[in-house]
């Protein structure tokens, strides 16, 4: 028996919720400026050459400063790093330095690596389009270090009651 919604958004919101896909960290640098925060909105858009999708809201800290940036650090996050998802979701940049509060090392073109984090890719930002109230930035993959196997992700339904810290 199928469950109806009457309002369109409504059943939108539920079917893509139903999915649980995972969240991501973004970091990033621009002008001596680190910035990052949990991504909820990202995808591989192309197989070969390799891309990915990754949207900022236009509200975010983080935005600011990747908007400026040519490279940006996308991090899978194991289903034990609910602190980092909370750290990165629920604090803003402008008044607090996340990485202060967390374990990172320099990694390719300077950006801040997470290091308790399932893994990582860095990819150089290729363009930008803006779909509504986030942006997109299509990133081309130029370094990485895979999770380990059998590592599973932390998800969407993990943080989806996270309050965003980063609201100007």
Same mark, same amino acid.
């Given at each position: 028996?199928?469950?109806?919604?009457? *309002?369109?958004?409504? !059943?939108?919101? @539920?079917?893509?919720?139903?999915?649980?896909?995972?969240?991501?960290?973004?970091?990033? $640098?621009? *002008?001596?400026?680190? !910035?990052?925060? @949990?991504?909820?909105?990202?995808?591989?858009?192309?197989?070969?050459?390799?891309?990915? $999708?990754?949207?900022?809201?236009?509200?975010?800290?983080?935005?600011?400063?990747?908007?400026?940036a040519d490279h940006l650090a996308v991090h899978l996050l194991s289903h034990e790093s609910l602190a980092l998802a909370h750290l990165f979701?629920?604090?803003?940049?402008?008044?607090?330095?996340?990485?202060?509060?967390?374990?990172?090392?320099?990694?390719p073109h300077a950006l801040p690596i997470l290091t308790a984090t399932a893994g990582w890719f860095v990819g150089e930002i290729l363009d930008?389009?803006?779909?509504?109230?986030?942006?997109?930035?299509?990133?081309?993959?130029?370094?990485?270090?895979?999770?380990?196997?059998?590592?599973?992700?932390?998800?969407?339904?993990?943080?989806?009651?996270?309050?965003?810290?980063?609201?100007?």
């Amino acid at each position: 028996m199928s469950r109806e919604v009457d *309002d369109s958004s409504g !059943a939108f919101d @539920l079917t893509v919720a139903a999915a649980d896909a995972p969240v991501w960290i973004v970091t990033t $640098l621009a *002008d001596g400026h680190r !910035a990052g925060c @949990l991504v909820g909105f990202s995808t591989q858009v192309s197989i070969e050459p390799r891309r990915f $999708l990754v949207c900022l809201s236009k509200r975010n800290h983080t935005y600011r400063v990747a908007a400026r940036a040519d490279h940006l650090a996308v991090h899978l996050l194991s289903h034990e790093s609910l602190a980092l998802a909370h750290l990165f979701g629920s604090e803003t940049g402008l008044e607090l330095d996340k990485f202060e509060h967390c374990d990172w090392q320099e990694g390719p073109h300077a950006l801040p690596i997470l290091t308790a984090t399932a893994g990582w890719f860095v990819g150089e930002i290729l363009d930008h389009a803006d779909f509504g109230d986030h942006v997109g930035f299509l990133l081309a993959p130029t370094a990485a270090r895979p999770p380990t196997p059998d590592t599973p992700p932390l998800r969407y339904a993990a943080v989806a009651g996270l309050i965003p810290g980063n609201q100007p």
